[in-house]
C-alpha cells in the first residue's frame, strides 16, 4: 500500500478555480486501477497546541494506493499530465509526502 499526502498552497485568489478543477479531476483518478482513496482537504483548527497553524489557502490531497505500479502510471496518465498543467500556476508551493505501512 503506497499512501500520498500532497500539501498545496493556493495563490491569493486562485482557490475557487483551482477546487474546481480537482472536483473534475476527482471521479477519473477513482476510476483508475488501483486507487482507494483520493481526497482534497482544506485545514481547520482543532486548538491543539502541537497543531500546525491552520491557513486558509492550503489544500492537502490525501491518497491511497494499491501498488508502487498502480501510483506509477496514474502519474503517465494523460488526465493527470493535463490536470497538473492547468493548475500549476495557481499554486504556490507543493509537498508530497509518500509513505507505506510500519508494520
Known sequence: ???LVVTMDIKEGK??????A?????????????CLMYDFT???????PVQEPATDNRVTLLEKWASREDLDQ??????M????AQVASMRERVVIRSTTEAF
Open 1 to 3: 500500500m503506497i499512501y
Open 81 to 84: 499530465r493535463e490536470f497538473v
Open 42 to 48: 482544506r485545514d481547520i483548527s482543532i486548538g491543539s
Open 22 to 34: 480537482c472536483q473534475r479531476i476527482r471521479p477519473q483518478v477513482l476510476a483508475e486501477q488501483g
Open 74 to 79: 496514474h502519474s503517465v496518465s494523460n488526465h
Open 15 to 20: 482557490m475557487d478555480e483551482f477546487l474546481a
